[in-house]
């Protein structure tokens, strides 16, 4: 009796050291990335390239936890995100803003170069313009012979104080506007987890 007594706890605390043991271990990063992409896809009105925000994001990192991987650097990537609040986001959810904003998803530095001319001087009414104006969004393409980094020429000298310059608006902002721009970013916070996690051993 005294035998099967110590085979069984000694089962049962393989099997714990076992359940422990998977508990601890990572998801495959195509697990998490599966995840992140089945979120936005299940978002009403959601299209592949549309300009993301914080309040769409924030969910992902709670599935990603259920998933087996808690997001150590979650707030630095999130304030990565543009807020929901902020003036490129309002206006690319309107039904004027969403079909420009699709037209021009696919250019290089694209959202980045709209986010800083939304924080210059009069930088809101340009952007209104690109919404109003029909072919608009041929002067944010690549092929375009305007050079869209011009525009930071155009701010009087006394509003350029803080303003983003014509070298900015040929520079990626590091944010991160997009859903592949954020699992870009989430694999290398994944990448870091894991050697860590090698260090710790």
Same mark, same amino acid.
């Given at each position: /009796?005294?035998?099967?007594?110590?085979?069984?706890?000694?089962? !049962?605390?393989?099997?714990? @050291?076992? +359940?422990? @043991?998977?508990?601890?271990?990572?998801?495959?990063? =195509?697990?998490?990335?599966?995840?992140?992409?089945?979120?936005?896809?299940?978002?009403?009105? %959601?299209?592949?390239?549309?300009?993301?925000?914080?309040?769409?994001?924030?969910?992902?990192?709670? =599935?990603?936890?259920?998933?087996?991987?808690?997001?150590?650097?979650?707030?630095?990537?999130?304030?990565?995100?543009?807020?929901?609040?902020?003036?490129?986001?309002?206006? @690319?959810?309107?039904?004027?803003?969403?079909?420009?904003?699709?037209?021009?998803?696919?250019?290089?530095?694209?959202?980045?170069?709209?986010?800083?001319?939304?924080? /210059?001087?009069?930088?809101?009414?340009?952007?209104?313009? @690109?919404?109003?104006?029909?072919?608009?969004?041929?002067? +944010?393409?690549?092929?375009?012979?305007?050079?869209?980094?011009?525009?930071?020429?155009? !701010?009087?000298?006394?509003?350029?104080?803080?303003?983003?310059?014509?070298?900015?608006?040929?520079?990626?902002?590091?944010?991160? %506007?997009?859903?592949? *721009?954020?699992?870009?970013?989430?694999?290398?916070? %994944?990448?870091?987890?894991?050697?860590?996690?090698?260090? *710790?051993?």
């Amino acid at each position: /009796m005294k035998l099967r007594t110590i085979l069984l706890a000694t089962v !049962q605390l393989a099997a714990s @050291f076992s +359940l422990t @043991f998977a508990a601890d271990e990572l998801p495959s990063f =195509a697990k998490a990335e599966g995840i992140v992409r089945r979120h936005f896809q299940s978002l009403t009105g %959601y299209q592949s390239g549309d300009l993301i925000s914080r309040s769409q994001v924030e969910p992902v990192f709670d =599935a990603l936890e259920r998933l087996g991987w808690k997001v150590g650097d979650r707030a630095e990537i999130l304030n990565s995100v543009l807020p929901d609040g902020s003036y490129l986001v309002q206006q @690319f959810r309107s039904d004027k803003g969403q079909p420009f904003m699709r037209k021009v998803s696919g250019e290089r530095l694209a959202y980045d170069r709209l986010d800083q001319i939304s924080r /210059m001087p009069g930088g809101k009414l340009m952007i209104q313009d @690109f919404l109003r104006f029909r072919n608009s969004e041929l002067s +944010l393409s690549s092929k375009s012979p305007l050079d869209i980094s011009r525009i930071a020429r155009l !701010q009087p000298k006394e509003n350029r104080s803080g303003a983003p310059s014509e070298a900015d608006l040929d520079k990626p902002t590091g944010r991160l %506007y997009t859903v592949d *721009a954020l699992v870009a970013r989430l694999e290398q916070s %994944y990448e870091a987890e894991i050697a860590r996690r090698k260090q *710790a051993k």
